[in-house]
């Protein structure tokens, strides 16, 4: 879940039941005129995460460490973001 005025994206665990349980803070972005806005999980279980206000999609491995920083060509506000193309691996953002 992205909080945007937090700066943060927190790691919510679902159970079959839909509830979740031991919530908890996933990464804490700095920088920018606003935090995370869109997510995007790929194949491998790593997840992208369009830092609005920063111009940036921030992709991280399945334990949060940073792999990519994308900087954006359409301006800082990155907000949508998805996985798509033939293999499911392009990364796109708008």
Known sequence: MALT?????W???LHPDG????VSAFI?????????DGLAMNKDGGLAIAHCGLGTVW??????EPLYRVQSCEGLSTTNIAYGGSDNRQLLHH
């Open 5 to 9: 005025r937090a700066n943060q994206v």
């Open 11 to 13: 790691r919510l665990p």
């Open 19 to 22: 509830t979740t349980s031991k």
């Open 28 to 36: 804490n972005l700095s920088g920018g005129l606003a935090g995370p």
């Open 59 to 64: 992709v991280l491995n399945r334990l949060g």
